[in-house]
């Protein structure tokens, strides 16, 4: 009862706040007339009262949305400021920035129409015909069409002649090239390289990366089986299609509209006792991917048997990611020396009596980290393409095995550059990856800074620590005909 009466007595002291004594009190009394206020004539200015728009807890109510100050009074309205406000509404918002918003897309930089002026026009049209011809005769064919379809003068003045140059098939990257800078305009459809067209997706925006992938398409071709589908080669039995790369760029770059997030490309899979694992991002408009492949690796392996852990016995290809170069590299061989460093499982003092009369305390009590040599340790960028590894010794728990619990795999990491999705003939990086561009260095493209550095410090905010050296020092090329790898 007591803290009711003070919470009466606390709001009624809130509502007195702001008014006058004599209105406190509900009545005016007799004051001195030194107290009392000065009459106001009619024809001046009314008192600005100090306590008009203080709420209860001494603040000025004001709108968010108003341009009312908090300081002073109220400032009188501004009609003309009014006006000038509604002057535009959305009124150059195209369909697509309406589709966009529609989707619930926040892009910090919204696209805005240019209307042409009929002055920019009558500029144009002022030049002649010729002059215009000789201009885009300095440019390449893909550069002209760009420029004869901007308007409808300038189609007239340039003609139609650099679009018949670009439909030839010794232009034909020169077409991809000018069908590339019309990307941003079509999201619901994508690029087919092999037609040199835009199709339709068939699911916009829910597209799904299937192992299956043929029966699965992105669009539908016409070419389909006339046609070899862009693809890349992952691990064994799983490849990405070059749509995929596509998408997830197309999404980074211009909107979500045009492709898929990166993340929904990341997978895992058991295949043949190795345990892949997937993780994508975009750099800098270029699709990087990490592959992590690992396999409990029993101590002791015979040479047989470190073929039978790496190697698939139909093509006698690792089960893990490679990229084209790795039989001139060192990259078996590392392999090879990781497992040599698998340290032995314990050795109990009756076990050892049984072989002989001796007790050897370091066989009963063997250290379980591996101890990798100065060989295999260091991380590997393969100097023909954008692609590092990293091959690792490491305890990892085997929940199938109540015994024993944990066990050492062997866990060969790659990061490499997929390229910015241009084109699967004219991109450096996908082109040096399939091995077919034999002039990419990757010490002087990808510079100082590893693609391992990139993508690590961006998911986990740390960088491999080892240091990075060529995986192929000697410059070998030997390809099948040398048995190293093997």
Not at 110 to 127: G, N, P
Request: proline share 7%; charged share 25%.
């Amino acid at each position: 009862m007591a803290a009711d009466t003070s919470s009466r007595s606390w709001l009624s002291r809130l509502r007195h706040i702001g008014k006058r004594p004599e209105e406190r009190r509900g009545r005016v009394q007799d004051t001195p007339r030194r107290l009392q206020r000065r009459h106001v004539p009619e024809n001046s200015q009314e008192v600005v009262d100090r306590q008009a728009g203080i709420n209860e807890l001494g603040e000025y109510e004001h709108s968010i949305f108003s341009d009312a100050t908090t300081l002073v009074g109220e400032r009188p309205r501004d009609h003309t400021e009014m006006l000038h406000g509604l002057a535009h509404h959305d009124s150059f918002d195209s369909i697509v920035d309406v589709a966009r918003g529609q989707a619930g897309e926040h892009d910090d930089v919204q696209r805005v129409a240019h209307q042409r002026s009929e002055k920019h026009e009558r500029m144009i049209a002022s030049l002649p015909s010729s002059i215009w011809q000789i201009i885009a005769s300095y440019l390449d064919y893909a550069s002209a069409a760009s420029l004869a379809i901007s308007s409808k003068t300038l189609l007239e003045k340039v003609t139609s002649e650099p679009l018949q140059h670009l439909h030839q098939p010794l232009n034909r990257p020169q077409l991809i090239r000018f069908l590339n800078l019309l990307d941003a305009d079509l999201p619901w459809h994508l690029l087919c390289f092999p037609c040199a067209k835009y199709h339709f997706r068939n699911n916009p925006g829910r597209e799904k990366l299937h192992t299956d992938f043929v029966n699965h398409p992105v669009f539908t071709c016409p070419k389909v089986y006339s046609s070899t589908l862009p693809r890349i080669r992952l691990t064994h039995n799983r490849e990405l299609p070059y749509a995929f790369i596509q998408l997830a760029i197309r999404y980074t770059l211009h909107s979500p509209l045009h492709g898929i997030p990166p993340e929904t490309l990341c997978r895992r899979w058991t295949d043949s006792g190795w345990q892949h694992q997937t993780r994508y991002m975009v750099h800098e408009g270029h699709l990087l991917v990490r592959i992590r492949s690992q396999i409990f690796a029993p101590p002791n392996l015979t040479e047989t048997g470190e073929r039978h852990l790496l190697y698939e016995r139909q093509n006698y290809t690792p089960f893990f990611s490679v990229c084209a170069h790795w039989r001139d590299g060192e990259l078996m061989r590392l392999c090879k020396c990781a497992l040599s460093h698998v340290p032995p499982p314990p050795q109990s003092y009756l076990r050892q009596l049984r072989a002989a009369p001796s007790v050897n305390r370091s066989l009963a009590h063997p250290g379980m980290l591996a101890r990798q040599c100065d060989d295999c340790r260091p991380a590997r960028r393969c100097p023909e393409c954008p692609s590092e590894y990293l091959i690792e010794v490491n305890l990892v728990e085997d929940r199938n095995d109540a015994r024993m619990r944990f066990k050492h795999a062997l866990v060969v990491t790659r990061w490499c550059d997929l390229g910015d999705g241009k084109s699967p003939s004219a991109s450096p990086e996908f082109c040096a990856i399939k091995g077919e561009k034999a002039d990419y260095d990757s010490f002087s493209n990808v510079g100082r800074r590893a693609v391992a550095g990139v993508f690590e410090s961006k998911m986990s905010g740390a960088i491999p620590g080892q240091r990075m050296i060529s995986l192929n020092p000697k410059n070998v090329k030997s390809g099948e005909q040398g048995h190293g790898w093997y």
